[in-house]
């Protein structure tokens, strides 16, 4: 399968901090999608890029859409307690891969008040 | 709305026991999904199904079944339960884009 490789694996930070996570890919995908899990959840979607370039936010988070198409980041700014959590990239392939997800290990984020 | 609904929300298994895992969507998506989650791996897919009656494998589906009868419902099936079937397993709804998950089946063998 393919495989997305997302750093670092964790964080450690205090709060009002700017946090900064990333996900690359041997391959090229049509989407990119940032997910973020908490303790005993399903993981939620935070925000989605569907072209090269896109720059996208959402309240405190902005993501990217690398030009390659091979990579995405995520960033967070000014964290707070509740931002602590699993976050995730995903990838899509498009074409005949029918919408499937390729996830990458996750980034747990730790947040000291 | 309650999205995505997952079915039970813990369970262990005896080594060589059958479970199924419910998954039931009420938002008509036509794509749904299941995915195994072990700590620090990520999520992997093990089937998913692009509409009733169409089921496909993912990259883990040894050990598995799925049916997909109508669009709300995609049952996974463990028919002979092993140790290394130990994970969390979420459910995922799609219209073809951003997933809903469910909140997840924590199943331990023993």
């Known amino acids: 399968g393919q495989q997305l490789n997302q750093s670092p694996q964790s964080m450690f930070i205090q709060e009002g901090e700017d946090v900064s996570m990333n996900c690359t890919s041997s391959?090229?995908?049509?989407?990119w999608l940032w997910y973020k899990q908490d303790p005993g959840e399903g993981p939620v979607l935070l925000i989605a890029l569907y072209k090269a370039g896109e720059l996208t936010s959402n309240g405190r988070l902005t993501a990217q859409f690398g030009i390659t198409r091979k990579d995405s980041f995520l960033n967070i700014s000014a964290s707070i307690p509740s931002d602590v959590g699993i976050y995730f990239c995903?990838?899509?392939?498009?074409?005949?891969?029918?919408?499937?997800?390729?996830f990458g290990r996750g980034t747990q984020l730790t947040v000291w008040p | 709305n309650a999205g995505v609904t997952q079915t039970p929300k813990f369970r262990i298994l005896k080594i060589g026991q059958s479970m199924t895992l419910q998954c039931t969507q009420d938002?008509?998506?036509?794509?749904m999904y299941w995915y195994r989650q072990d700590p620090g791996m990520g999520l992997k897919l093990i089937y998913y199904?692009?509409?009733?009656?169409?089921?496909d494998k993912g990259e883990v589906p040894n050990g598995y079944n799925v049916s997909r009868s109508t669009t709300e419902d995609f049952p996974l099936r463990l028919e002979l339960a092993a140790p290394s079937q130990t994970s969390v397993y979420f459910c995922a709804s799609s219209p073809l884009g951003g997933y809903t998950f469910g909140s997840g089946t924590r199943l331990t063998v023993v």
């Open positions: 199904s692009v509409g009733a009656g169409i089921t």
């Open positions: 938002m008509n998506h036509n794509y």
């Open positions: 995903a990838g899509q392939l498009g074409g005949s891969t029918l919408g499937r997800l390729y």
């Open positions: 391959s090229i995908f049509n989407t």
